[in-house]
C-alpha cells in the first residue's frame, strides 16, 4: 500500500512539474510574441486595424437605420431651416417635417455604402510616416489622416448618390415642399430649397464619428485587438507611449 502511495506521489509530482514546463514555455512564447514587432509588422498591423474600423463603420451607416436610428448623427433640418421647421409644426405639418428628416438620413445611409473602398485606397497610400505618426500619435490620429485624405473623394462620390437618393426617397420633394411652405409665410427669411450639399456635409461627418469611436476603441480596448498581430502592435505602441 505504502509503495503505491509514493508511486502516485512521485507521478503527481512529475504531472506538476510537467504542467509548468508547459505553463512557462507558453508565457515565454506570449512574451515574445508582444515584443517589439518589425517596421513590416507595424505596417501591415495598423492597416488591418484600419480597414477592420472603416469597414465597420460603413456598414454600420449604411444599414437600416444606420443614421436615422444614430442620435448622435441623425440629420436634422440645417440650421437655418430649424425655425421654419416649428413654424411649420406650429401650422400643423408634423408629417411634412417627419418625412423630411427620414429621407435625410436614408440618403445618407445610401451614400454611406460608397466610403469603403475610398478608405481602403488610402489606407493602401499610407507611407511608413504616416503609419508611425498614426500609430503612436494623438487619439484620433487615424481619423484626422482619413479626413485629411479622403474627405474631396468622399464628397465626389457621396454628392451624386445623395442627390440620387433624395430624389428616390422623395427627400427633394419634401423639402421643396417645407421650404416653399414656409416661403408662404408672410415676413420670413426665404429658404433655399436645394439640401443636397448639406446632406452630402452631414453624412460625411457622421462617418467620421464613428471611426473616430472605431479607433478609440481599438486604441484602448483590449478586447477590440481581435488578431495576434494587431495585440502585438498595438501592445508596443501603448508600451511606447508609456516610456
Do not use: H, W
Not at 4 to 13: P, Q
Not at 69 to 78: D, S, V, Y
Not at 142 to 164: D, M
Not at 180 to 209: E, H, M, R
Amino acid at each position: 500500500m505504502r509503495s503505491k502511495i509514493l508511486v502516485i506521489t512521485s507521478l503527481l509530482v512529475f504531472i506538476t512539474l510537467t504542467s509548468c514546463d508547459t505553463l512557462n514555455q507558453a508565457a515565454q512564447a506570449a512574451v515574445q510574441q508582444q515584443g517589439t514587432p518589425s517596421t513590416l509588422e507595424i505596417g501591415n498591423g495598423l492597416k488591418q486595424a484600419l480597414e477592420i474600423g472603416t469597414g465597420k463603420s460603413s456598414d454600420q451607416l449604411s444599414a437600416l437605420n444606420g443614421f436615422f436610428g444614430n442620435a448622435a448623427i441623425k440629420i436634422l433640418f440645417p440650421p437655418e431651416a430649424q425655425k421654419a421647421e416649428k413654424t411649420l409644426r406650429g401650422l400643423g405639418l408634423n408629417s411634412l417635417c417627419d418625412n423630411v428628416i427620414l429621407s435625410l438620413n436614408r440618403a445618407a445611409e445610401d451614400a454611406a455604402k460608397q466610403a469603403k473602398p475610398i478608405f481602403v485606397d488610402a489606407i493602401k497610400q499610407m507611407t511608413l510616416q504616416d503609419v508611425t505618426n498614426i500609430l503612436l500619435g494623438n487619439q484620433d490620429a487615424a481619423t484626422q489622416y482619413f479626413k485629411r485624405t479622403t474627405t474631396s473623394q468622399l464628397s465626389i462620390k457621396f454628392k451624386p448618390v445623395i442627390q440620387g437618393s433624395l430624389n428616390k426617397v422623395n427627400a427633394t420633394k419634401y423639402y421643396t415642399d417645407a421650404a416653399t411652405a414656409y416661403n408662404k409665410v408672410p415676413f420670413v427669411s426665404k429658404l433655399n430649397p436645394d439640401i443636397s450639399d448639406y446632406v452630402t456635409q452631414k453624412a460625411i461627418d457622421g462617418l467620421f464619428v464613428e471611426i473616430a469611436k472605431e479607433e478609440l476603441n481599438i486604441r484602448s480596448n483590449l478586447g477590440a485587438r481581435t488578431t495576434p498581430l494587431l495585440q502585438k502592435v498595438f501592445s508596443f505602441a501603448d508600451k511606447k507611449k508609456k516610456s
